[in-house]
């Protein structure tokens, strides 16, 4: 099967071609022909499986084989680096063709937006904020849509933007087609989707299960022993390109320091950072300048890098789902990839959890040569004063 079973325009054809994909991924298989149909679409699919194109090849064919004017489809998405990575997809998957498109997001200048908007773009890919700063601004006219897509739902529920979604419904035309794409489904998408869609078609691949190009392992260690972990590991695996997730932003700067003292070129992506700072790590880190990249989960939402080899969960994620969108990292299309997750032993019931939802036991791995007998340096804190007066009165 390849990409000719969906009669698409013949632009398009050429642009996958270029884009070099050659046969379409199931979620496309599935999903193409009901986005080409024009129906609305619910579809369970992580970042990785190629659900971008599943819903940027239907609207570029509504685009180029009927009438209309302004604006005409939307694409709303949880994050920056996301919005440009689909605004990036329709480029390559536009080539040949006059559609425009157009970021719209917060913590950059908004004069590029306007300006690109005020030109006159066919489709939008927007973060909720700016584009209702937009919207009030009558900068952004919404009244022509004919395509809306909500990526990533459950992903932007979580942060808190289903206030502003709502608010931006209110300029988008009732007639529309709606397609919807999250990776997990809790009540509250359910609730979103059965509000902004008709009759939709029910799109599930892979169910909330990581891709199965992923190796999975565990790695029990003390939480004190984890740098010490990490760094073994490191020196051990032939790694190409890790990505390695923190809990915090201050862990992620942490941890960085400790890495930049080995041979490893690294970088990283967390809150703190400016938009600029992450724009320059993640396109270091996608060129292959940087090895490494430390992220949070916010930060490395819904990233897409080809050819990521592994992912090392230093501190686990918070919940069973943002473990499934960490792994989505590594793995994608024709690749395959390790995840490496440090699991003390308080992370025991989140194993559990995952363990459940991906129906298999993980495997656990200790390092043979490392020694995990290192106790808890102790909290001392007057020690180390009279050794030095000590060592002073010596000297
Ligand atoms: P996505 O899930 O949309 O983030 O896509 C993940 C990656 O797969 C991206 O790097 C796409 O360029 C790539 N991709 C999408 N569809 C195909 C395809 N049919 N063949 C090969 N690669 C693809």
Known sequence: ???????????????????????????????????????????????????????????L??????????????????????AEQIHQTIGQLSYGTSIRSATVYG????????EALNRGVEIIVACPGRLLDHIRNRIANLSNIEVLVLDEADRMLDMG??????????????????????????AEVHQLAAQITQHPERVSIGAVRPAHTVEHTL???????????????????????????????HRAMNLLKKIKRTSYKATSLHGDRTQGQRRAALKGFKEGRYQIMVATDIAARGLDIDGISHVINFDMPDTADAYIHRIGRTGRAQHTGEAFTFMTPADQP?????????????????????????????????????RNREAARRR
Do not use: C, W
Request: a positive charge; proline letters at 10%.
């Open 107 to 114: 913590g950059v200048g908004p004069a590029p937006q306007i």
């Open 219 to 249: 790695y029990p260690v003390p939480h004190h022993l984890k740098n010490r972990l990490l760094l073994k590991l490191l020196e051990q695996t032939d790694t190409k390109s890790i990505l390695i997730f923190t809990r915090t932003k």
């Open 61 to 82: 064919q509504r685009l180029l084989n009927s009438p209309g004017k302004g604006t005409r489809a939307l694409i709303i998405t949880p994050t920056r680096e996301l």
């Open 350 to 386: 989140l194993v559990k959890k995952i363990e459940k939802i991906m129906n298999q036991k993980l495997p656990r791995k200790t390092i043979p040569d490392f020694d995990y007998t290192i106790p808890k340096p102790e909290y001392q804190p007057n020690k180390r004063k009279p």
């Open 161 to 186: 933007f289903l206030p502003d979604i709502k608010r931006i419904l209110r300029h988008v035309p009732g007639k529309r087609q709606t397609m919807l794409f999250s990776a997990t489904f809790p």
């Open 1 to 59: 099967m390849d990409f000719t079973q969906f009669n698409l325009d013949t632009r398009l054809y050429t642009a996958v071609r270029r884009a070099g994909y050659y046969e379409p991924t199931p979620i496309q298989t599935t999903a193409i022909p009901f986005g080409t149909a024009g129906r609305d679409l619910i579809g369970t699919a992580q970042t990785g499986t190629g659900k971008t194109a599943a819903f940027v090849l239907p609207i």
